[in-house]
């Protein structure tokens, strides 16, 4: 460890170092040391570059004087190159949420802290900007068509053309310059953290402090609303990124007015915007630097952008062309398909016994269709099952299963969404009947193509008294 560490901490306290621990970091070249003696514990730390060095010193300095929750900073050496800061502690936003972020449930202090955290993310943004020297800020003092490209082609080249995709790069281009002019209209003077994620928030006593914003500049507040809640490992569910944009939005109308229309239809470019920088970033930091928290990372970013993508980006054709062929390499699918639910739909009659579950996750949904008027006992229906015209007919006009149906699929369908959030892998449902021939199968039948039309999920239909076997397959989306 430098010597000038040792030298501010004694120049500060008045007392020499007595211990000395290194602290991990991530993605940057800077060092972290804990620096202690019998009263106190600051932080050191090493850069190597001045500039940046500088720019996190002198906005600590203006975000502490504004009211905002960051670090203290004390003392630098001559050269910039070293500084020493406020201890906050090591407990990270990242883990205070990890129960969540490994189940995709985040309970009820998970949630709180993450509200509190996006609820003061508009006070750095705005409070910060007032009487803010953008000019400090490093290595650009503000969010443009330059910086904008240079992040896009960061993608390209780090990432996209480490893929081995063939692509047109004029064309890709058009589309880059695109987003830009989309990107850049409703400029604001606000301060655009840029790195905003739950690895750069510490909890002291409760209270969320920010950490690691010396990459920011002026520029729009949408994208770390994006870097936040689309931040490729926190995992969040959609519901609860609803909520903390809705939660964001209350904030934010303390400083300004703004529809939540509108505050989506920009945002969703940001949120394309920033997973492409983050993939050029994990390309560079994983494939190049041989990092392997980065290439861990790479499967959660890219099913960030596989959902994006089921939306659709129209502004950029040929952009997304190239990013569904990238979703779908198989590097990257061969580990979607490990955690591709899949659902088992039986019919049966009761007399013979429920199915058993083959998947050994213990079985799931059974639904009884015995108080629904039976077409078996009339002899004319013997002959037919649940897959025939004269019995669908007689089904579909008594009415009692439409409306049972109805009833079923809002159930299902609560189950099949949080599975596929929670990347389950079995969903078993099962409707029975007096003999398994009329009922249940119509029923069965019915729901193994909602489900597959809606979800776009494999589906293995079983109608086992029939001895019948139909298999839906999943469909690329």
């Not at 599975?419 to 119509?442: A, D, P, W």
Request: hydrophobic share 35%; net charge positive.
């Amino acid at each position: 460890m430098s010597t000038e560490l040792k030298s501010l901490f004694q120049k500060y306290t008045g007392k020499q170092v007595t211990e000395i621990t290194e602290l991990p970091s991530s993605g940057s070249n800077r060092r972290y040391f804990r620096l202690k003696n019998d009263t106190t514990s600051l932080i050191g730390v090493t850069g190597t570059s001045t500039e940046e060095n500088r720019a996190f010193y002198k906005m600590a300095k203006h975000f502490k004087k504004q009211g905002i929750n960051v670090p203290d900073v004390y003392m630098h050496s001559a050269d910039w190159m070293h500084y020493i800061q406020e201890d906050l502690g090591d407990t990270l936003l990242f883990g205070v949420i990890q129960k969540g972020r490994l189940t995709r449930v985040f309970d009820h202090d998970e949630k709180k802290i993450l509200c509190k955290t996006i609820q003061m993310l508009p006070m750095i943004q705005f409070k910060g900007a007032e009487k803010f020297d953008f000019n400090i800020c490093f290595p650009q003092p503000e969010f443009n068509e330059r910086s904008i490209l240079w992040d896009l082609n960061y993608f390209k080249y780090c990432f996209l053309k480490s893929t081995g995709i063939d692509f047109q790069e004029n064309r890709l281009e058009d589309d880059f310059a695109k987003m830009t002019t989309i990107l850049l209209r409703n400029q604001t003077t606000t301060f655009m953290y840029r790195d905003f994620q739950s690895r750069n928030v510490m909890i002291k006593d409760g209270e969320p402090y920010f950490i690691d914003f010396q990459g920011g500049r002026k520029g729009p507040f949408y994208y770390d609303v994006a870097s936040f809640l689309w931040q490729a490992k926190a995992n969040f569910t959609e519901e609860l990124r609803k909520q903390l944009i809705t939660d964001y939005i209350e904030s934010l109308k303390k400083f300004i007015n703004i529809t939540e229309d509108d505050f989506y239809n920009q945002l969703r470019h940001f949120v394309l915007f920033r997973t492409l920088q983050v993939l050029g970033a994990y390309g560079f930091r994983g494939y190049f630097e041989k990092k392997p928290h980065f290439i861990q990372s790479v499967p959660f970013a890219i099913d960030n952008l596989r959902s994006l993508l089921n939306r659709g980006y129209d502004e950029y054709p040929y952009l997304c062309k190239i990013l569904n062929e990238l979703t779908n390499l198989k590097q990257f699918t061969d580990d979607l398909k490990k955690h591709k639910l899949e659902v088992s739909v039986y019919s049966f009659a009761y007399k013979k016994g429920i199915p058993n579950d083959i998947s050994g996750n213990g079985g799931g949904y059974v639904f009884d269709c015995r108080a629904i008027n039976n077409p078996g006992k009339y002899e004319r229906y013997n002959q037919f099952n649940g897959l025939d015209e004269p019995v669908i007919q007689y089904l579909e006009d008594d009415g009692e299963i439409i409306a049972f149906l109805e009833n079923v699929y809002k159930i299902v369908d609560g189950s099949v969404n949080r599975y596929i959030e929670r990347k389950f892998t079995n969903l078993m449902v099962c409707f029975g009947c007096t003999g398994g021939q009329h009922r249940s199968v119509y029923a069965a039948q019915h729901l193994a193509e909602y489900l597959n039309k809606k979800f776009g999920i494999k589906v293995n239909l079983i109608h086992r008294e029939q001895n019948i076997e139909q298999v839906f397959h999943a469909k690329n989306k």
